[in-house]
């Protein structure tokens, strides 16, 4: 899967660092996990995780300190994650992620934006078994790293793929390991740029570019819906 994964990574940074919509987005990463996990970074892996994706997209210091304390409060205390099932054209699958207090706004726009976009709606969970929830790393690693070494002692964390490029890693784990290598990480003190989960497909269908814009034209529509956090597809 090496390359697939990687190329899915920089795809989906890409997409959330053009948008204007970035800061909310990850705003809201940071109150869902406040939510679930409180406040405190060191007792809240899914804290760390949405502060370590802020950082990696320039979020300023101030700003990600005021998203904490306004989680924190009682403004953002109904927002919930609610994930919904989709089908784009050409029977792409999809598992689309939002952040939202009220859900349903947020399915009535999920659905409108997949019809208009020659997709349609599924019924939720009923395409999870496409995908694997998976936990991610970018981490830039320096010429003093041996890179060999570090990779055999991640593999006892949970590792299931490393990709190189750039000077950077990219790291992939069960998601439910993601919290001891993320501790690990902090441990051994590198620099992890970005963190968070992906939905990984089990399979992938191969598109002719043509197809393919047009499957990417309705994620991009999905992902400017401002409860809308995440979308997730299948193809190679």
Do not use: C
Not at 67 to 91: C, F, M, T, W
Not at 198 to 223: D, F, G, Y
């Amino acid at each position: 899967m090496g390359r697939i994964f990687e190329k899915r990574k920089v795809r989906m940074f890409a997409r959330w660092s053009k948008t204007a919509k970035a800061f909310t987005k990850v705003g809201k990463e940071i109150a869902i996990a406040i939510k679930l996990g409180g406040p405190d970074p060191d007792g809240n892996p899914r804290l760390r995780m949405a502060v370590q994706t802020a950082r990696g997209l320039n979020m300023p210091k101030e700003r990600i300190e005021a998203a904490i304390k306004r989680a924190a409060g009682k403004d953002e205390s109904e927002l919930q994650e609610v994930n919904y099932s989709g089908y784009a054209p050409h029977g792409v699958a999809l598992v689309i992620v939002s952040a939202t207090d009220n859900p349903t706004r947020t399915v009535a726009n999920v659905r409108s934006a997949l019809v208009h976009g020659g997709g349609s709606m599924a019924t939720g969970g009923a395409l999870d078994f496409l995908f694997r929830h998976v936990g991610t790393f970018r981490v830039k690693v320096g010429p003093s790293i041996s890179l060999d070494d570090l990779e055999l002692e991640l593999i006892d964390l949970g590792l299931e793929e490393l990709d190189r490029s750039d000077g950077e890693i990219h790291l992939q784990v069960e998601f439910s390991k993601f919290g001891t290598m993320q501790r690990y990480l902090e441990e051994k003190k590198l620099d992890v740029r970005s963190a968070g989960s992906q939905w990984i497909p089990n399979s992938t269908v191969e598109l002719p570019e043509e197809k393919e814009a047009e499957v990417r034209n309705l994620i991009e529509e999905l992902e400017e819906d401002d409860d809308v956090q995440h979308v997730f597809d299948n193809i190679g």
